[in-house]
């Protein structure tokens, strides 16, 4: 156990359906990252949260959100989709600040297939 | 723009050797992190290998090490005594601080298949 958890680890839904996918950071993080892989794309980021707030934004879709709850889980909200979106989405958490390699913590990904 | 760059789609050694795995970067930060994750086929990214951009000696955990030549701009990964197990997606990943944080997001390559034969 990674210490991050993302549910649920497979979904798969219609076209033109909306998912969300939950993510719980590693206990202590405040910073929580959204990920996709994609076999054509390979591993993109999507956004980037810190202590509640947006704090960097990379390819994501005007049909995607997200949102950090006090908490500090996150959500990340895909709508209207396409077999396009397919893919693994990880979440990874760090803390503010420290340093070292061991600082992403990855969760073990969630997979969505669009049917 | 950070970019990562791995020219390597599919690497094939045999159990017992050495491998390295290439990784070139490019940045204009001064300080920034570069990373090397193990993905097998269950999905789950593995943390492996450390290198901080102002770090004077190659980083190295226990059959893994970082062959870092930052003139260029290179990040390679050396795999000692293949295992079978070793047989796996492997990324080359980059961090930059961010924002007063010492973690920003993380800019993947677009990743190495290594296979190990018996």
Redesign the interface.
């Given at each position: 156990d990674?210490g991050v958890t993302q549910t649920p680890k497979h979904l798969i839904t219609a076209t033109g359906q909306r998912v969300t996918l939950r993510c719980s950071p590693r206990s202590g993080d405040l910073?929580v990252?959204w990920?996709q892989q994609s076999l054509d794309q390979?591993?993109q980021?999507l956004i980037?949260y810190?202590n509640g707030e947006e704090?960097?934004k990379?390819n994501i879709l005007e049909r995607f959100s997200a949102q950090q709850f006090p908490d500090l889980h996150s959500e990340l909200n895909l709508s209207s989709l396409e077999l396009g979106d397919s893919a693994?989405y990880?979440c990874?958490s760090?803390?503010?600040?420290?340093?070292?390699?061991?600082?992403?913590t990855?969760g073990?990904?969630t997979?969505l297939t669009v049917v | 723009a950070q970019k990562i760059t791995q020219t390597q789609p599919g690497m094939f050694v045999q159990e017992k050797e050495a491998v390295t795995l290439d990784c070139t970067y490019d940045t204009s930060d001064q300080s920034y992190?570069l990373?090397w994750?193990k993905q097998p086929s269950s999905?789950?990214?593995i943390?492996l290998?450390?290198?901080?951009s102002y770090d004077e000696q190659n980083?190295t955990e226990g059959r893994y090490s970082l062959n870092f030549q930052k003139a260029r701009k290179s990040a390679n990964l050396v795999i000692s005594a293949s295992q079978l197990g070793d047989s796996a997606m492997y990324?080359c990943a980059m961090?930059s601080a961010?924002?007063?944080?010492?973690?920003?997001?993380?800019?993947?390559?677009?990743?190495t298949i290594l296979t190990v034969h018996p």
């Open positions: 990674s910073s990252y990920y390979g591993l980021f980037q810190y704090r960097a990379g693994l990880f990874a760090s803390p503010m600040r420290t340093g070292g390699g061991y600082g992403y990855f073990s990904g997979r | 992190g990373f994750y999905g789950e990214m943390f290998i450390y290198q901080g980083a990324f961090s961010s924002g007063g944080t010492s973690y920003g997001k993380l800019t993947f390559g677009q990743g």
